[in-house]
């Protein structure tokens, strides 16, 4: 080989390295490159906010107006809840199953839930693998931290806000009704809860007027308050002075056990009119409270051979509770008063 032909070849040879060396940066910056400074992606739909979802690879994610990633695609749905939430779904060994996550991809709800319903971005609905339902607000949070049997919204396609709109809530045989009230604040207004009451279902009503108790606490208080009133009169018409004691809000119980009122002896037969309330006092916190009338009967006319008669009475109650430390309810203060029934 001429001493030519080796200069030619020597220099082919370093412009052939120069060019493989720079196609191989090349490819490598585009491998390495962060995904979210590729606006390169197809639009699908637009959302909110300047946003829009987009389709990679057969996964769907969301970018902004100026094509920019913020959320990558990896999801096999994805819906907008609010400004910085979405609704999301992916495939888990149970199958496809929904979560929340917020805007910087972080779970907010986890990946359980059969399907999440986006109520006009005011809510959303959340169905679990047993087909219960949990409600969530804009941000993934529970409006009340309870699994219902059933839920459906009085004007289904229109907002919440919208006049004798409200949510319906099942559990069991009772039900429970949201809305908004005069200040926008969500509450519960309306419950009806049946109730097995000395053998006898029972549906008790409450309107709850509160604008300070919280809507995820609203059905544990009501229930919380009913239980525990019935079962201060069954135990106060047994004699179980345990009972009441446990129930009472303090360790001084004599004031709501009312000997002097002498149910020894009576049997309770039935309890009726009951009244559940829950308002706000002067100071801004909430006053619970139970009215109800037993009806019982009770010996009189008692003998020296032990022989007496009944007679038929009525009591009525007026139960107020109070918050312990942890929580619980527990009662305060009770007026009672006996009435006989009169034959006509």
Request: glycine share 6%.
């Amino acid at each position: 080989m001429s001493r030519n032909i080796r200069v030619i070849f020597i220099i082919l040879s370093v412009v052939l390295i120069f060019f493989a060396y720079n196609i191989g940066r090349f490819y490598l910056g585009v491998s390495t490159a962060p995904v979210k400074d590729n606006p390169e992606t197809n639009t699908v739909s637009v959302l909110r906010e300047n946003l829009y979802s987009f389709r990679e690879n057969g996964f769907y994610g969301v970018k902004d107006r100026n094509g920019k990633i913020i959320i990558e695609a990896g999801f096999n749905e994805i819906n907008q809840l609010s400004s910085e939430y979405f609704i999301v779904s992916k495939h888990t060994l149970s199958g496809t199953r929904y979560g929340i996550i917020d805007i910087r991809e972080n779970l907010v709800v986890p990946f359980i839930y059969k399907s999440i319903i986006n109520s006009n971005n005011e809510f959303a609905v959340g169905i679990t693998e047993n087909d219960k339902y949990i409600l969530f607000d804009c941000c993934g949070v529970p409006l009340i931290n309870e699994e219902w049997d059933s839920y459906s919204k009085n004007y289904e396609s229109s907002p919440l806000m919208v006049r004798g709109n409200f949510i319906r809530l099942d559990k069991g045989k009772s039900s429970y009704r949201i809305k908004y009230d005069l200040d926008g604040k969500l509450i519960m207004t309306d419950l009806y809860i049946k109730k097995f009451i000395l053998g006898e279902e029972k549906t008790v009503t409450a309107k709850n007027t509160s604008s300070f108790l919280r809507l995820s606490d609203t059905h544990r208080i009501y229930n919380e308050i009913l239980d525990k009133s019935l079962l201060y009169a069954e135990s106060l018409f047994s004699g179980d002075s345990v009972t009441v004691k446990s129930l009472s809000w303090d360790e001084d119980y004599k004031e709501i056990q009312l000997e002097d009122m002498n149910f020894r002896g009576s049997e309770l037969k039935t309890i009726e009119d009951i009244s559940l309330s829950v308002e706000d006092d002067e100071t801004g916190n909430p006053v619970y409270s139970c009215s109800l009338m037993a009806l019982c009967t009770s010996p009189e006319n008692i003998q020296w051979d032990g022989t007496y008669t009944n007679s038929e009475n009525k009591a009525f109650f007026e139960i107020t509770m109070k918050k312990n430390h942890d929580g619980s309810l527990a009662i305060s203060k009770v007026k009672a008063q006996k009435e006989k029934i009169t034959a006509e």
